[in-house]
């Protein structure tokens, strides 16, 4: 490690370093992202289906709501997600294009 810091990196490795990060960054965003869908999901769907808070554990009545509403909510973020993803896709593209023009 003493030599990574006694000599800076060359243009490769400096690119390297760089790609490396990002990709972490990457990874440590969508876990967060991962974390709060998690958290969200949980609240919203605990408050909708447990309307009589208790010390029992769930009726099948509460855990078909909860089921329920976690698969609803999944499925709207799923295609939430694959419609900004979509959107992006067709900016970049549009993007190039200008580009490519100018």
Known sequence: MSSFL????????SESIK??????????????NAQELLNQMTKKCYSRCITKPSAKPFSS????????????????FDVISRSYTSRLQRERAAENAEKAFS
């Open 6 to 13: 006694s000599s800076p990196p060359s243009g490769t490795d």
């Open 19 to 32: 790609q490396r990060l990002m990709s972490q960054m990457k990874q440590e965003l969508a876990m967060v």
């Open 61 to 76: 009545s509460d855990e078909t709501c909860l089921t329920r509403c976690m698969q609803r909510y999944m499925e709207a």
